[in-house]
């Protein structure tokens, strides 16, 4: 039986898709809107936000490949196509994080937690101490 596409989409919230620079920049136009968001929705915002102009098929093919991605849903009303993020920003921001850390931990072991270490304690010394009390109770 073949899982049903909501199945791929929950197995993309896991383990979300790297995104190229301008996917990015497609996906925090959709992060931004309040609802639904068209190409030309999102070709309007990265304009007025760009030097560089973007032509609408180049953001099409990016929603469309965003789409198979798992990263947004798209509706058709009328002659519109309507894209909504599967995931949100934050959930994203989250999931990508961990298959980061999850990686550089897998290859580099402890030296990749002990710079983690060295990181919090040079920018945040009181969350490193709570870390350090968290540690010993365990």
Known sequence: MDPSPGADL????????????????VMEQVWSAPGEVSVRDVLNGINEANEKQR????????LSRLEAKG????????????????????????????VEVDA??????????ALFVREIEDTDPDAAKKLKKLIDKS
Do not use: C, H, Q, W
Request: glycine share 4%; net charge neutral.
């Open 55 to 62: 032509a609408y098929t180049t953001l099409m093919t990016i």
């Open 10 to 25: 929950m197995a993309d919230a896991e383990n979300p898709p790297a995104l190229s620079d301008l996917e990015r920049e």
């Open 71 to 98: 990263m947004v849903t798209k509706r058709r009303k009328s002659k519109s196509d309507l894209f909504t993020p599967v995931l949100s920003r934050g959930d994203y921001l989250e999931s990508r994080a961990k």
């Open 104 to 113: 550089l931990v897998g290859e580099y072991g402890e030296i990749a937690r």
